[in-house]
Structure formats: C-alpha cells, structure tokens
C-alpha cells in the first residue's frame, strides 16, 4: 500500500511539473499558462525554453515513480525548481494572479513531493 502511495505522489507532482510543457506550442499558449504578454519574441524563445525545462524535471519525476534509485536526485531537482520559483515570486510581490497561483501549486507539490521522498525514505 505504502509503495503504491508513493508511486502515486511522485506521479501527481511529476504531472504538475510536466504540465508547462505546453508552452513549447508557442505565444498563445503561454499567456494562458502565464498571463503575460505581449511578448517579445526573444522573451517568448526564453519562456518555451523553461517550459522543456520544466517537462525534464516533470519526466524525471514521473520515473522515479517507477524506478526507486533516481527518487533522490528526483526529489533534488524538482524542491530546488519549485523553491526558487516560491521564492523568485514571493520577493518580487507581483499582482499577476497566475502567477501567485503557480507559486500556490508549487507550495502543495512541494509538500507532497517531501511526503513521497519521506514515505520512500522510511521504507528503505
């Protein structure tokens, strides 16, 4: 059962980070995910840039779900992407309410990103 819990966690904050990767399709895309804009097209270039970045560290995620070994360093680079976002958006106080809402989601998958890596931890 616990195994089970855990897969399912590292999955769910897996999807969460996966999910920006959308924004590879282009400028409409990301002022959805964002609402930011008009951007500049070199603006644009940096945004879809972040958003593969952000599918690697869903990806790597997703496979430590299933492949036990990988879960700390997993667990490393998705709390350091989450955290500095946390941070990067609380220092600068935007009003953009995608944006505090992304930092929202970053806080309860960052809880539940500890929750899995602790469930794992404690049953190695």
Do not use: C
Not at 10 to 39: A, E, K, W
Not at 68 to 87: E, K, N, Q
Not at 95 to 117: E, T
Request: proline share 3%; hydrophobic share 60%; aromatic share 10%.
């Amino acid at each position: 059962m616990k195994a089970h819990l855990i897969v399912a966690l590292y999955m769910l904050v897996g999807l969460i980070n996966f999910t920006p990767l959308s924004g590879v399709l282009g400028h409409d895309r990301l002022l959805q995910l964002y609402g930011v804009g008009p951007l500049d097209p070199d603006l644009a270039l940096l945004m879809r840039h972040r958003a593969v970045l952000l599918g690697i560290v869903g990806s790597l995620l997703m496979a430590a779900a299933w492949y036990a070994p990988w879960r700390l360093a997993a667990t490393i680079a998705g709390l350091v992407s989450m955290l500095s976002y946390i941070f990067i958006v609380w220092v600068s106080e935007t009003d953009n309410f995608l944006l505090v809402r992304i930092m929202w989601i970053d806080v309860g998958a960052g809880l539940l990103l500890l929750a899995a890596f602790a469930l794992h931890a404690a049953s190695t």
